[in-house]
C-alpha cells in the first residue's frame, strides 16, 4: 500500500513498485496524479471483509454525525487528493489517526468512509 491506501496496480503504477519519495507508488510515465485518481474511482480496491469497528464513544465526532449515505472510495480518495496540495502526508495520517482511521487500510473499511470525509473536510478544511 501507499501513503494513499493504494495497492500497487499495473495500470497507473511503474513496473518497478517503487514508491517515491513522499510514500506514493511511482506512477507510469505520461500517468498524472488526477488519473490515479480516477483509476481508483472507477476501480476500488478489493475490499477484504471488514472486522466489524469499535463502538464510537459517546460524545466522539463519530457519534456526533448525522447518519447519511456512504461515500464511494473515489469520493473519499478525491478528498485526500484535493487535501494533498495544502496538507503533508503526515498532517493528513494524524487528523485520521486522531479519529481512529488507519489511512494505510482504509479501503477495506467501507464503514469508515465518511468519517474520513467529514474528519477531513473539518480538520483539513480547503
Request: hydrophobic share 40%; net charge positive.
Amino acid at each position: 500500500m501507499d501513503r494513499f491506501g493504494h495497492p500497487w496496480d499495473a495500470a497507473v503504477h511503474a513496473g518497478s513498485k517503487k514508491k517515491i519519495q513522499d510514500g506514493s507508488w511511482r506512477r507510469k510515465q505520461k500517468v498524472t496524479a488526477e488519473m490515479v485518481v480516477a483509476h481508483f474511482r472507477a476501480n476500488p480496491p478489493a475490499a477484504n471483509p471488514p472486522a466489524a469497528p469499535p463502538a464510537a464513544p459517546a460524545g466522539s465526532l463519530a457519534a456526533q454525525l448525522p447518519l447519511q449515505t456512504t461515500p464511494t472510495w473515489g469520493q473519499v480518495m478525491e478528498a485526500f487528493a484535493r487535501r494533498a496540495e495544502k496538507y503533508s502526508t503526515d498532517v493528513i495520517q494524524t487528523v485520521l489517526a486522531n479519529v481512529g482511521i488507519d489511512p494505510k487500510t482504509l479501503h477495506s473499511h467501507p464503514e469508515q468512509y465518511r468519517l474520513a470525509v467529514s474528519t477531513l473536510g473539518e480538520k483539513c478544511p480547503l
